[in-house]
């Protein structure tokens, strides 16, 4: 485990709760408007760390198709069962009780969320059921790139990652497809994936910055970041990368060289935040909005200060984060894991009988 990462999950997918949460409370005019874009930055940081973490947990394979068959299924049974699940569930919730939602379930528009394929619903709104799933699109179809060039040598990995994301993209701002899929396979997006990748590829190779320009590059990503929220230009490429990139890039170097103890990476909270994160991205718009429908029916916002119902809600949705990955996320890891390692021994099996 790299514990730096896991400091990032955690504060990339609060930024996501946090924009949300904030969102959520100005339309129950539990805080005034405020204009800005807080949080945005969550979801680049989270594709940066996923272009890193693809590219260090695939050192030292051999290429060729084993290795691919190996990591895609290790992503699948990671990230899929519990947001099929949690996908089933605003399913059966918009069947039942529609005004929970304000979502129409049809059969394509499921069908096309559980195959991770963007596509309006029936309300022209461009999300799955589960509205933060929109990343996960870009998570899978990442994965499916990054498999396929598993197949060659390991050296080629960067100049091809490289070349396809710059194609893609000068596609994509060429031609600017208005289609849902289209706009998905030629996205800027792009480019944070392989930014992550670079940065495992340096980490695999033990570059890292000397503490001080990693410290200076850490808090600069940082406060960029907040900049970008400030400023309202989150939406813009550079705004979006560079701050992601300096966080993770200074983080993992500052790790690297604190050896002597002069950081403390090994805090509990901070690790445990990580280890919630990805329930805590997948859940917290359903708990938000529960926490919400509840307070309004009781008129919560009469006798508490709104900024304190906001805080409420956050720290709820963590609070749940943390149940699901004890009660949901871990047992649907143990339950898959065994499959998992099977299948993996039958790959690393098949490759040594088809050495000569």
Request: with cysteine; hydrophobic share 55%; aromatic share 12%.
């Amino acid at each position: 485990m790299v514990l730096s990462v896991q400091w990032l999950r955690g504060i990339a997918a609060c930024a996501v709760v946090l924009r949300h949460a904030v969102t959520g409370a100005e339309k129950a005019g539990w805080l005034a408007p405020n204009g800005l874009d807080i949080g945005l930055w969550g979801v680049d940081l989270f594709f940066v760390i996923s272009g890193f973490i693809m590219a260090i947990t695939t050192a030292g394979q051999t290429p060729g198709i084993n290795a691919a068959l190996a990591f895609w299924r290790r992503r699948i049974v990671r990230v899929v069962p519990i947001y099929w699940l949690l996908t089933t569930l605003v399913v059966v919730m918009s069947l039942l009780a529609p005004a929970t939602t304000g979502y129409r379930p049809s059969p394509d528009h499921v069908l096309a969320s559980y195959l991770f394929i963007p596509m309006a619903d029936d309300r022209g709104v461009m999300s799955p059921p589960l509205r933060v799933g929109w990343s996960l699109n870009f998570e899978m179809y990442f994965y499916l790139v990054f498999g396929w060039l598993l197949l060659l040598p390991r050296r080629w990995l960067a100049p091809m990652l490289i070349g396809w994301t710059t194609i893609s993209v000068l596609l994509g701002q060429w031609l600017a497809p208005q289609a849902a899929l289209p706009s998905m396979l030629t996205s800027t997006y792009l480019c944070e994936f392989t930014c992550g990748v670079g940065i495992g590829l340096l980490h695999q190779h033990g570059i890292a910055l000397p503490r001080p320009a990693a410290i200076v590059l850490t808090l600069a990503g940082f406060f960029g970041a907040i900049a970008g929220d400030v400023l309202g230009i989150g939406h813009d490429l550079l705004p979006r990368i560079l701050p992601a990139v300096g966080m993770l890039y200074g983080l993992l170097s500052i790790e690297k060289g604190a050896g002597a103890g002069w950081f403390n990476f090994q805090r509990r909270a901070a690790l445990a935040l990580g280890d919630w994160s990805y329930g805590l991205y997948l859940t917290h718009i359903l708990t938000l909005a529960a926490l919400t429908a509840v307070f309004n029916k009781i008129g919560a916002a009469r006798l508490v200060p709104g900024p304190w119902l906001f805080m409420f809600g956050v720290l709820t949705a963590i609070g749940v984060s943390a149940a699901v990955y004890r009660f949901v996320e871990q047992p649907l890891q143990r339950l898959t894991s065994h499959r998992t390692k099977r299948f993996d021994s039958r790959l690393r099996s098949s490759a040594s009988r088809a050495r000569p």
